[in-house]
T-cell receptor, first 118, second 117 residues
Framework: AQKITQTQPGMFVQEKEAVTLDCTYD???????LFWYKQPSSGEMIFLIY??????QNATEGRYSLNFQKARKSANLVISASQLGDSAMYFC???????????????FGKGTHLIIQP | GAGVSQSPRYKVTKRGQDVALRCDPI?????LYWYRQALGQGPEFLTY????????KSGLPNDRFSAERPEGSISTLTIQRTEQRDSAMYRC???????????????FGPGTRLLVL
């Protein structure tokens, strides 16, 4: 079984500042994938970035990057130069290997509500 | 191209009624997933299909919940004898390949908000 912990229920950040959203995970799988999704107030779930457990480099997608520290089991999302449109819920998720027990689905954390202030 | 669509977007029903929620995945996507999201929480996995085969239903809460994908495309999640605790957002997601393919991304639909009175 996998578990995701997001310890920041809410964050207020000034526009144009960088933001780090914390995510720690627990899994017994050797091979796994970590995902971040954004959920704006409209309710949709938008895929942001992926990090594989065997990837040697941290993933980057535009203004999003993932600070992956495998030994510490953390996969923090970094948003550079935050914008007002970044205000949303952010969910970290893990998908394990084929070890059974719901490994095919994503296991999500409880999310972090990010508010960007002008 | 068209994303994942779900219908209805909102469903209000009375306790004890059956409801059927529909998901139309992205064309060509072989994998389809159902999740349930309570208010203020992350989505919770319910079940998964690879083409028409239901490969994993470990997340279904009880036997009132069932799902099918008979032709490997559209899927229906059915909740029988609904209870108030079933009220939630029900989300469908699809992916091009099976979940064990590296970096396989799930794309989510807008969800169906179910309210059981």
């Amino acid at each position: 079984a996998q578990k995701i912990t997001q310890t920041q229920p809410g964050m207020f950040v000034q526009e144009k500042e960088a933001v780090t959203l914390d995510c720690t995970y627990d899994t017994s799988d050797q091979s796994y994938g970590l995902f971040w999704y954004k959920q704006p107030s409209s309710g949709e779930m938008i895929f942001l970035i992926y990090q594989g457990s065997y990837d040697e480099q941290n993933a980057t997608e535009g203004r999003y990057s993932l600070n992956f520290q495998k030994a510490r089991k953390s996969a923090n999302l970094v948003i550079s130069a935050s914008q007002l449109g970044d205000s949303a819920m952010y969910f970290c998720a893990i998908r394990g290997g084929n070890s059974g027990g719901g490994a095919d689905g994503l296991t999500f954390g409880k999310g972090t509500h990010l508010i960007i202030q002008p | 191209g068209a994303g994942v669509s779900q219908s209805p977007r909102y469903k209000v029903t009375k306790r004890g009624q059956d409801v059927a929620l529909r998901c139309d995945p992205i064309s060509g996507h072989v994998s389809l997933y159902w999740y349930r999201q309570a208010l203020g929480q992350g989505p919770e996995f319910l079940t998964y299909f690879n083409y028409e085969a239901q490969q994993d239903k470990s997340g279904l809460p009880n036997d009132r919940f069932s799902a099918e994908r008979p032709e490997g495309s559209i899927s229906t999640l059915t909740i029988q004898r609904t209870e108030q605790r079933d009220s939630a957002m029900y989300r469908c997601a699809s992916s091009l390949h099976p979940p064990w393919v590296r970096a396989e991304t799930q794309y989510f639909g807008p969800g169906t908000r179910l309210l059981v009175l």
